[in-house]
């Protein structure tokens, strides 16, 4: 596609529930990132992946938190008995090759707002 | 750990005049900077991105420099409009492949 793509664009869960969300890179990017935003804040990173590699999980606040990738593109990132601090922008960014001295751009999607009730 | 700071939080300026916008970061080993648009409710827009060996990147109406001994970067947004309301945030990336944000600064272009 022309972009980075995620849906829902907009989500409202109950507290307890579990939620997948989900991110079609750009086609051909290897790289494929996941962040948080909550309001008012800054972005704070959660997972990333390069193709087969075996993914950085080191930001995911909790294991209430986990993600996969398919076929190194599509990724789905699920949060179980979700909790209202759970409420945020979860945004999902790819790019082409993710390690210097090959620097690229990194490309966002629009995010998915998720609000927990 | 990075700590990457924008300053001010939030601007509001009348339409034509020249925006400055402040980012600065506490680790100068960095690979690239990135600068970012992100309109509410939106997603983040890559403006520019300068590597390491450059000192200024521009496009359009846009300028960014990097200064990476003292740990800034400046954007510049020349005559100002009130589409450029938003809020910019830079990003810097080391060694590794994570980007560390700065909170953004929220601009305000009145007509």
């Known amino acids: 596609g022309a972009g980075v793509s995620q849906s829902p664009s907009n989500k409202v869960t109950e507290k307890g529930k579990d939620v997948e969300l989900r991110c079609d890179p750009i086609?051909?990017?290897?790289?494929l990132y996941w962040y948080r935003q909550s309001l008012g804040q800054g972005l704070e990173f959660l997972i990333y992946f390069q193709g087969n590699s075996a993914p950085d999980k080191s930001g995911l606040p909790s294991d209430r938190f986990s993600a996969e990738r398919t076929g190194g593109s599509v990724s789905t990132l699920t949060i179980q008995r979700t909790q209202q601090e759970d409420s945020a922008v979860y945004l999902c960014?790819?790019?082409?090759?993710?390690?210097?001295?090959?620097?690229?751009?990194?490309?966002f999607g629009q995010g998915t707002r998720l609000t927990v009730v | 750990k990075q700590e990457v700071t924008q300053i001010p939080a939030a601007l509001s300026v009348p339409e034509g005049e020249n925006l400055v916008l402040n980012c600065s970061f506490t680790d100068s080993a960095i690979y690239n900077l990135q600068w970012f648009r992100q309109d509410p409710g939106k997603g983040l827009t890559s403006l520019l991105l300068?590597?390491?060996?450059?000192r200024e990147q521009t496009s359009g109406r846009l300028n960014a420099s990097l200064d990476k001994s003292s740990g800034r970067s400046t954007l510049y947004i020349a005559a100002s409009q009130p589409g450029d309301s938003a809020t910019y945030l830079c990003?810097?990336?080391?060694?590794?492949?994570?980007?560390?944000f700065g909170a953004g600064t929220t601009v305000t272009v009145r007509a």
């Open positions: 086609s051909g990017h290897t790289a």
């Open positions: 960014a790819s790019s082409l090759r993710p390690t210097p001295p090959l620097n690229t751009e990194a490309f």
């Open positions: 300068i590597q390491s060996s450059q």
């Open positions: 990003a810097v990336r080391l060694g590794d492949y994570k980007l560390s």
